[in-house]
Nanobody
Framework: QVQLEESGGGLVNPGGSLTLSCAAS????????MGWYRQGPGKERELVTG????????IYADSVKGRFIISRDNAKKTVYLQMNTLEPEDTAVYFC??????????????WGQGTQVTVSW
């Protein structure tokens, strides 16, 4: 059974940084693409970033390019989202996600419960 558990959310001031973690279990982590989605208040869920199983290929939403970094540690079965220069518009529930396969272009199939990120004074 695929399990994805996010952590690291919280309240941060605009311009601040936060790093989210996602611990995975129930599947061979190194075989799958991983990603992060988010859903802001009154908005649809959107893909923030994704990376292939090796970590060599990554994709970012235009709204977070240059500010967010996705990474993974296959030995720890964990994927990270480093978020810098946060803006109030980044306020959302962030969800970790597992891909259908090793390539993020095939989409994502499973999501965790999410962790709340609030950017505000």
């Amino acid at each position: 059974q695929v399990q994805l558990e996010e952590s690291g959310g919280g309240l941060v001031n605009p311009g601040g940084s936060l790093t989210l973690s996602c611990a995975a279990s129930g599947f061979i982590f190194s075989h799958y693409a991983m990603g992060w989605y988010r859903q802001g208040p009154g908005k649809e869920r959107e893909l923030v970033t994704g990376m292939d199983s090796t970590g060599n290929r990554k994709i970012y939403a235009d709204s977070v390019k240059g500010r967010f970094i996705i990474s993974r540690d296959n030995a720890k079965k964990t994927v990270y989202l480093q978020m810098n220069t946060l803006e109030p518009e980044d306020t959302a529930v962030y969800f970790c996600s597992r891909g259908f396969s090793s390539d993020y272009l095939r989409g994502f199939v499973s999501w965790g419960q999410g962790t709340q990120v609030t950017v505000s004074w």
